[in-house]
């Protein structure tokens, strides 16, 4: 089982240039979430999704978008990068159907702003 | 305060010794926690979520909520070096907005045989 795939693992870029981080899951779960984390900060949310078509904002949104046009996919695009940006995203995603659900992590991709 | 603090170690512990993680909160409004294990450059993977106060049991691993102290544990008994990881907990309340977790920053864990 693929579970939650994150694309690209690894990326560098220069401040000011855009890029999208791609996640699929292939579980049909309706919940999806972005994380970043950063050393002695945790995981902390930028944003997350209910279902398609369906987005709301976590506690570190600024500086990023996302959209929901299908269940599989939800990519998280940085619109201009900052060396703040400098993290490791994790993509998430769990069933609604019940409070235990747990949540599937995928093995994050790496991004450094120069 | 942030709403959830964890010590991030790092905790070095020889083979066979009985781990204790804590985590505390503030926020009397978490009813569900858990215990995340993240190996190096992977995703956390569920190890462990409770319900309320109490113990869970699951083969080495105990999990423990004390709602009054806002307080839980995680303990791990006849530690292995493959129990090397980073552990996060995890907490929500029941009612929270997209069931977004609140993460604690994460103890790394460190078993020598």
């Known amino acids: 089982n693929a579970g939650v795939t994150q694309t690209p693992k690894f990326q560098v870029l220069k401040t000011g240039q855009s890029m999208t981080l791609q996640c699929a899951q292939d579980?049909?779960?309706?919940?999806m979430s972005w994380y970043r984390q950063d050393p002695g900060m945790g995981l902390r949310l930028i944003h997350y999704?209910?279902?398609?078509?369906?987005?709301d904002q976590g506690e570190v949104p600024n500086g990023y978008n996302v959209s929901r046009s299908t269940t599989e996919d939800f990519p998280l695009r940085l619109l201009s990068a900052a060396p703040s940006q400098t993290s490791v995203y994790f993509c998430a995603s769990k069933s609604t159907g019940g409070v235990n659900q747990p949540q599937h992590f995928g093995d994050g991709t790496r991004l450094s702003i120069l | 305060q942030k709403e959830v603090e964890q010590d991030p170690g790092p905790l070095s512990v020889p083979e066979g010794a009985i781990v204790s993680l804590n985590c505390t909160y503030s926020?009397?409004?978490?009813?569900?926690f858990m215990w995340y294990r993240q190996y190096s450059r992977k995703g956390p993977e569920l190890l462990m979520y409770t319900y309320s106060s109490g113990n869970k049991e699951d083969g080495r691993f105990t999990a423990q909520v004390d709602k009054s102290s806002k307080y839980i544990s995680l303990f791990i008994r006849d530690s292995q070096p493959s129990d090397s990881a980073t552990y996060l907990c995890?907490?929500?309340?029941?009612?929270?907005?997209?069931?977004?977790?609140?993460f604690g920053k994460g103890t790394t864990l460190s078993v020598s045989s």
């Open positions: 995890a907490m929500r309340s029941f009612n929270q907005a997209g069931t977004a977790l609140i």
């Open positions: 926020n009397s409004a978490f009813q569900y």
């Open positions: 999704s209910v279902g398609a078509g369906i987005t």
């Open positions: 579980m049909n779960h309706e919940y």
